[in-house]
């Protein structure tokens, strides 16, 4: 039996992949990174630290920390939410569908807070959730579980009584080792991947989700 819809935030809810990828290559191409469009599409879901952190020991710069460069990528991204607000089709709806439903809704981001805050208020949504839990300052972030069983246990419910909503595969695996229901909603470049087999339900896009789904989980 369902308690609680927990919710992923970039590239579910809000379609700020394209924003990441943008602020990666820019950010650390200054630097003299070599970093691609497809480089940065294979770490979606994966926390902007480690990102960082994978190119300093790969692709050593010279001057800013690693800090630094994590806050300059972070700033851009907010910086691009707040001024296009993309949210995503059918959130609101999706949303609206859980809360009829009875579930409790929560948040768990791989995102730190100084960006989820920002994202949820230019989107109107900063009242949609119960609790919001990220990843930012865990010892392990996505496809590690922590950052759903932080949110189950704020929420006040079982893992196994969850639902997650997520996109990327990366935060599929976090759900799924949490022991919770999935939803997952890919990218369209991403639809035949052959791993999302491993989802109790793939979606197109949040707009395809109904009370039904819930009720087959």
Known sequence: MLS??????????VDSEP????????VLTELGVSISLQDTRDTTGVRIDEIVKHYARTQPWQGPSNADVQARIVARVVELVKDEKPMMP??????????QAGLKIGLASSSPLTLIHPTLDALGLSD?????????????????PKVYLNAANALGVEPDACVAFEDSFT?????????MK???????????????????????????FSADNLSSL
């Open 4 to 13: 609680a819809a927990i919710f992923d935030m970039d590239g579910l809810l």
């Open 128 to 144: 949609a959730f119960e609790i919001v839990e990220s990843a930012g300052d865990l010892k392990y972030g996505k496809p590690h």
């Open 19 to 26: 924003f990441w990828q943008r602020a990666q290559i820019d």
């Open 90 to 99: 059918g959130v609101k709806d999706a949303l609206q569908i859980c809360r």
């Open 171 to 179: 935060g599929l695996l976090a759900a799924k080792a949490a022991s």
């Open 182 to 208: 999935t939803i997952v909603v890919p990218a369209a470049h991403e639809w035949e991947d052959p791993r999302f087999v491993i989802a109790d339900q793939k979606l197109a896009s949040l707009k395809a």
